[in-house]
């Protein structure tokens, strides 16, 4: 019994030396870090016509994929975990959140990498796509920053009553959500701690549009 104590110990010693090994290395530990479900996409042009966008014209990788895969994706997803305060990477941040929040009042819990497959004409067309991310809740609080080669921007976008994100781009690269932080700080006013899991939520959503 001592000998298979001994051994488990061991184990799981290895194993948390592992994971510091892997987090040392920027493995990323974003909550829930899978690609979202891809539900809907559009392709909007400026005379007003629209066209459908399939799920496989559209690549949305998780985080720890896309950071030795997608080459700049490992500096952006630094950016936006390691940052304390969000005007430092978005400059206006602080206008597109509710009354009562503040930057550094969020927290990263998904970041991705999002490409279009297909010809686009980043000047004449945009694109709104809609994905599935687990675990929103109509009470919480979502903005999502998007990076291009000019850097974190912002644009409004929304989010329905079962989960799914809309937003429009551009322009394609990392996309990241951010969560307010449910610590008794809620939009507009103080709310009760939360318990249990940490869970992504409904509310005032932003987009960043760049490239």
């Avoid at 490992?74 to 005007?87: I, S």
């Avoid at 206006?92 to 990498?113: C, E, K, L, M, R």
């Avoid at 999002?114 to 709104?128: A, G, I, P, Q, R």
């Amino acid at each position: 019994m001592k000998k298979l104590l001994s051994a488990a110990v061991a184990m799981l010693l290895c194993l948390s030396m592992a994971l510091s090994m892997l987090a040392a290395n920027g493995v990323p530990s974003v909550t829930q870090d899978t690609a979202p479900e891809f539900v809907a996409g559009v392709e909007n042009k400026v005379d007003g016509s629209e066209n459908a966008i399939l799920a496989s014209e559209v690549s949305m990788t998780s985080a720890s994929e896309a950071v030795s895969k997608v080459e700049g994706f490992k500096e952006a997803y630094d950016e936006v975990v390691e940052t304390e305060d969000y005007t430092e990477l978005v400059e206006n941040f602080n206008d597109y959140i509710p009354d009562g929040t503040d930057s550094s009042d969020y927290q990263p819990i998904h970041v991705f990498d999002v490409e279009l497959l297909k010809n686009f004409d980043e000047d004449t067309h945009s694109v709104t796509l809609s994905v599935r991310l687990p675990s929103l809740s109509s009470s919480d609080t979502v903005i999502a920053l998007h990076k291009g080669t000019k850097g974190w921007e912002v644009v409004p976008c929304t989010v329905d009553d079962n989960g799914f994100v809309t937003f429009t781009l551009t322009n394609f690269s990392p996309v990241a959500f951010l969560r307010l932080k449910r610590t008794g700080v809620s939009a507009g006013g103080p709310s009760s701690p939360a318990t249990g899991e940490l869970a992504i939520g409904r509310g005032f959503i932003v987009g960043a549009v760049a490239r």
